[in-house]
């Protein structure tokens, strides 16, 4: 059963320390997208990719956010310095590029900044 | 650019009783349309999917939406609630952006059912 996988699934950490999130998108999929969800802003699209390609990351932070896609089994976001307001659930989402928009899920990766 | 709009933020209802989960969005050309869920603790799910054809589409566990392109519409529903569909439920439009589809979720209305 084909899935996204995150890593970590649970991360604390203090401010100013550096956070690196993971993401494997589903095999075949060549769109990926970050997601980052709290109670206040519902569901915030931070940075998509297509055949690894950044195409968008207007939603993210640049001054301390950044989404790569080393290569196309894995999709990172990392956060440095981070800062409390990060505390999030981060959640990866993998597509197919057929133009049609439906998304899969991870599992999400909580993030604690105290 | 495209926006989606959720006008219930959170709704409790009684087991059996009906539901339905507004969504508007505002998007100028072709769009396809999503509910998605999301289950206490969970990630979010697929729970049915509109792209052409009949309007009225059917998704798991009894959930079926209604696309009205007149009122820029996609409204869930479902008959006869159980517990186990309190969630948290999206809604999310794909609409050409840029040089690839982009998908904007609603803020999520949360749904709660009394047993």
């Known amino acids: 059963d084909a899935r996204v996988t995150q890593t970590p699934r649970d991360k604390v950490t203090e401010m100013g320390q550096e956070v690196t999130m993971r993401c494997q998108p589903i095999?075949?999929?060549?769109?990926v997208f970050w997601y980052r969800q709290t109670m206040m802003q519902g569901l915030e699209l931070l940075a998509y990719?297509?055949?690894?390609?950044?195409?968008?990351d207007s939603g993210m932070p640049k001054d301390r956010f950044s989404a790569e896609m080393p290569d196309a089994t894995l999709a990172t976001l990392k956060i440095q310095p981070s800062e409390p307001r990060d505390s999030a659930v981060y959640f990866c989402?993998?597509?197919?590029?057929?133009?049609?928009?439906?998304?899969?899920f991870g599992e999400g990766s909580r993030l604690t900044v105290l | 650019a495209q926006s989606v709009s959720q006008h219930n933020h959170h709704v409790i209802l009684s087991e059996a009783a009906s539901l339905e989960l507004g969504c508007n969005y505002s998007?100028?050309?072709?769009?396809?349309l999503f509910w998605y869920v999301q289950y206490p603790g969970q990630h979010l799910q697929l729970l049915l999917k509109?792209?052409?054809?009949?309007?009225l589409v059917k998704g798991i566990k009894g959930f079926e939406a209604e696309f009205i392109k007149s009122k820029f519409s996609f409204n869930l529903r479902k008959p006869s609630v159980q517990w186990s569909d309190t969630a948290e439920y999206f809604c999310?439009?794909?609409?050409?952006?840029?040089?690839?589809?982009?998908?904007?979720f609603g803020s999520g209305t949360q749904l709660t059912v009394l047993p």
């Open positions: 989402a993998s597509g197919p590029d057929s133009l049609t928009g439906e998304l899969f």
């Open positions: 095999l075949g999929h060549n769109t």
């Open positions: 990719f297509r055949n690894r390609a950044p195409l968008d």
């Open positions: 998007y100028g050309g072709t769009v396809n």
């Open positions: 509109y792209f052409s054809g009949d309007p």
């Open positions: 999310a439009v794909s609409g050409l952006s840029g040089s690839a589809r982009q998908l904007t």
